[in-house]
């Protein structure tokens, strides 16, 4: 099975190499634009709580702005989904900057270690934002990928051993291999 996925991820890399080739996309904008997607989804968090720190309802009225814009520039990314795809594509690019940031800080603070692990994992958040929305995979693998698999029996969620080794230095598995390949899909981006 994982043979599969890899031999889906060198497809995905050659199928957007295709793409390049006839015009049919500019990555290096859509990039920049999740970037800024990014970027809204923490103003709208910032408005929720500056309304609720100084009881000022107006607050609440920039947020539906911020998030109708939102809204309006994800779906020039996302432009066909199923089930939960919108909703889980919000929340990788949320908890992706989130990371980022907590990283930023880290590194601030002097602790360099913990920011690149922050860091790792907020692009691999990222390279799971645009396979999910490139349809190279599917809910269910962003689920495995992210370690979150259900119990059958006993209805738990269960973490598989090696998705948290904080030793593993170049992941191999899936999410290293995703990670990889989508980086060489966007660095290859159009300018």
């Not at 497809?11 to 049919?24: R, W």
């Not at 968090?45 to 607050?59: D, L, Q, V, W």
């Not at 949320?94 to 601030?108: C, D, F, I, P, W």
């Amino acid at each position: 099975m994982e043979e599969n996925k890899i031999r889906s991820l060198n497809e995905f890399v050659e199928k957007i190499d295709q793409m390049k080739k006839q015009d049919k996309m500019d990555l290096s904008s859509d990039q920049d634009l999740s970037l800024a997607i990014m970027n809204l989804i923490s103003i709208e968090e910032h408005f929720f709580f500056t309304a609720e720190k100084t009881g000022k309802s107006e607050y609440f009225d920039l947020l539906q702005e911020v998030r109708k814009m939102r809204g309006e520039l994800l779906r020039k990314i996302i432009k066909e989904y199923e089930g939960e795809v919108w909703c889980i594509s919000k929340h990788l690019l949320a908890a992706s900057m989130r990371l980022m940031e907590v990283g930023t800080k880290q590194q601030g603070m002097g602790n360099k270690t913990e920011a690149q692990e922050l860091f790792h994992k907020s692009y691999d958040l990222y390279g799971m934002f645009w396979a999910l929305n490139m349809k190279l995979i599917g809910v269910s693998d962003v689920k495995e990928a992210g370690g979150i698999e259900r119990e059958k029996e006993l209805g738990i969620k269960k973490i598989p051993e090696n998705a948290l080794n904080k030793n593993d230095k170049n992941p191999s598995g899936f999410t290293g291999k995703l990670r990889e390949l989508v980086r060489k899909a966007i660095d290859c981006c159009i300018e």
